[in-house]
């Protein structure tokens, strides 16, 4: 992956006049790195506020000099909407003392957060007031939940609770002059003007910086229960979905596809993560239940497989007898992005679809796929979502670079399909930098038209998150 | 109430040139009366497309004439959002003949409804095509989807399918130029740009008209039930649904708290109308349950009502052995706003709480009220979400009129204890034309100036729906 900016400073001095230490908690030349380490926020300045008044500090001086900001959070967003693009060195505003727990009510099903706090940390204070935060992905364990709002991360149990955007209630967030943004509602229903949480929301930092929100909590089921299921192709798979749903209502919390190719990688690279079958199966699915105590989910999954089996759907299955094995069936379909790095993808596509057009697209994907080269296709994903990871290898033996010259047909081929079917090229991951093109290409023409309006109007001097999502005008 | 607006030309002919009958489907000059025959919308012109390019014919053409245009459903929105403010005669622009169900795909939990079909003919569609729509308010034979989600609807299963909003998955829709937006999505996930769907949703016609939506629909529940159960108090009823949603999880599709006043009107104004308890007790609930096919209602509604009383929450109850009963306890529900009109309130409130300061508001309003006057309290609507209506009554045999001088008192000690409790004054019905003053007065200043900033920038002409939601500049 390319690495986008370079740690310049803006005329020898950060042009940045009140960043001084003491003023805005802490600021530093530097950057930020990704976890991953594959990119990086390199800018003039590190400003490291402690509290919204400090990032309204930093904004305001920001929108004063006309000085770009890339907020940061956990840096694990994939589409390089928290790195610099090039150009004048930004502020890197990074949210990552911003940790408080403001407020705790679950009685309500409501936790108000501070941008800074990890999903993780999130999920286990709900956890220890008797709640569930319902959103989950790979890695919670860094991603800060300003990043998690601004991106609208998505993840395994969307089908359920939906994406964050869903699960939030409220938003405090500093805007593009400096202004704050007092929204931090604990309510389900609120009418009164325009919804600008949900604008925010996905907006990639581009409309302002969310510093807290107020999230929605749910009961923690009473029972769990998951069973890994062999299915003949990805319309059975979705034909069992309706079936587990007429069965269990919402019960079902995930319902994750899995194609042959993951598995295999996972026996190659990662030898140690359990497989449920001896030999990968060319599809298979990972269902997770949660149910009211008055049902027994293994006795539920038990029933799912015997009525898939009679329609056909179902070949074999596996349903865990305990926490760890279903544990063990979420370490699988977790690791399976870990394997695609350790193989090294050619190209790497988030998708969506409408439902009854995946099994379309596949036949179609592969057939023009193989018209450009040899390839593997590792695809997985959240099926009851419509949401794919559709991420195109090298074949057996041989090595990504020997087909980077393909990558740009890959990458046309596989997002013509998805928009010919009425999908997105931005299902979960966003725009960030990497898929402006995109945007621009697919995007309705009124729709990108609204959204310059919406951004000059909010950030007349196009300070936050210059580049992203929107190319810079000029 | 108040009727606004006359029917006023401007300046002896329509400025709106290209409104000729043939052109845009019908164009008449006249009005549109609302179906309780409170409210009219009188304009200089009245026009009834028939299609997306109409709709944007008629808006282009406004556009350059600086015509103001009001949008209209089925004009049974409660605050004025569809009715004409004084000043120049602006254009009626009725949804009404564009009634098409453009697309059914029941495997996908999807139905594409054309603006003017009615909430009903949407539900009835959904239920013949196997489906739900998860949507349900009391006018939902009249209210159009366009108006529904242009004020992002709420009702009684809010808590299980989440408002209007949470039901769209996508909006085809004019903006004040006259530009169509395609976003006819028929995805569940989807993070390409900015959300302007949900933009649209709830900016009551003032950023755009939506024209047609991508409605999610849900499956039918295997079997459902309802009991009335009486509770000690509104924050029994609270605990008691946190103890239905940890045995039932989502199955609790709907928890309705009823006051005494609302039985008590409905015997005096409604004597046909059937009531489960000889005496209104001060408090009951109207319980609905949607469950998997394996799971008993009436056995999980008589488990709920045992462990409710064990622990003092629950003091009597009637389960429906049928769905005739069932039926008898919603009607008893629907029927009271009708009781309202009947009786006459002095001042009515839509507001939302956050849930653990329900309890508190009922106390401090209840002794506030008592210092401005005697009234009677009829409190009514969708505990789970925070949603009571509130209404003010004349005291047994007294008359509205003579009230009309507390009304304004009465009005500004309501809301002045919801803000500072953390509610809203427009919880479900949207701000229309009547709220404009109490989003000033409550909104946050920040937020303010974001949406004028919004509306500003997507139309600067002011033409669309002018005067609702945010005053008129100049």
Not at 57 to 67: G, K, Q, S
Not at 429 to 457: C, N, Q, S
Request: charge should be neutral.
């Amino acid at each position: 992956m390319a690495r986008f900016g370079g740690a310049q400073r803006v005329g020898g001095q950060p042009r940045c006049q009140p960043l001084d230490k003491g003023r805005v908690g802490g600021v530093q030349h530097g950057r930020a790195c990704a976890p991953r380490g594959r990119w990086r926020a390199d800018g003039g300045v590190l400003a490291l506020p402690r509290t919204v008044e400090e990032v309204a500090c930093v904004v305001r001086a920001c929108a004063d000099a006309r000085v770009g900001i890339v907020p940061w959070g956990g840096g694990t967003g994939l589409v390089g909407g928290q790195i610099a693009a090039p150009g004048p060195a930004p502020v890197i505003l990074s949210l990552e003392r911003m940790r408080a727990v403001r407020a705790v009510h679950p009685d309500e099903g409501v936790l108000i957060a501070e941008a800074g706090l990890t999903l993780a940390e999130v999920q286990a204070t709900a956890r220890d007031a008797g709640r569930m935060f319902g959103l989950s992905i790979a890695s919670e364990g860094t991603a800060r939940i300003g990043g998690i709002l601004a991106t609208n991360a998505g993840g395994v149990n969307v089908l359920r609770y939906g994406n964050a955007r869903d699960l939030c209630l409220g938003l405090e967030a500093v805007l593009p002059d400096g202004r704050v943004l007092h929204g931090l509602k604990r309510l389900r229903k609120d009418n009164a003007g325009y919804d600008l949480k949900d604008l925010l929301i996905g907006a990639e930092g581009t409309l302002g910086i969310i510093t807290a929100a107020s999230l929605r909590l749910h009961p923690i089921p009473a029972r769990t229960g998951a069973a890994m299921l062999v299915v003949e192709s990805p319309a059975a798979a979705l034909a069992l979905l309706a079936l587990a749903q007429a069965r269990l209502g919402e019960g079902v919390s995930a319902f994750e596809l899995i194609g042959r190719t993951g598995p295999e990688f996972l026996a190659r690279t990662m030898p140690e993560v359990r497989q449920p079958f001896a030999r990968p199966p060319a599809w298979m699915v990972l269902v997770d239940l949660g149910l009211p105590g008055a049902m027994d989910p293994a006795a539920a999954l038990e029933a799912l497989f015997v009525e898939g089996a009679e329609a056909g759907l179902v070949s074999d299955g596996v349903v865990a007898q305990s926490e760890a094995q279903r544990a063990e069936f979420w370490t699988l379909r977790e690791s399976i992005p870990e394997a695609n790095r350790r193989i090294g993808a050619v190209s790497s596509h988030d998708i969506s679809l409408p439902l009854s057009e995946i099994a379309e697209f596949l036949d179609r994907a592969g057939q023009a796929l193989a018209r450009i080269g040899e390839f593997r296709i590792n695809c997985f994903g959240h099926l009851g979502d419509g949401n794919l990871h559709y991420n195109v290898f090298p074949p057996e033996g041989g090595s990504r670079d020997a087909h980077e010259h393909q990558r740009g047909a890959i990458k046309t081929c596989v997002h013509d399909l998805v928009d010919g079917l009425g999908g997105s090229v931005a299902a979960e991951h966003g725009v960030g930098r990497f898929k402006v093109g995109d945007l621009e290409r697919y995007g309705d023409p009124t729709a990108l038209e609204a959204m310059r309006a919406i951004r000059a109007a909010l950030d007349p001097a196009g300070i936050m998150n210059p580049g992203a999502v929107l190319r810079a005008p000029g």
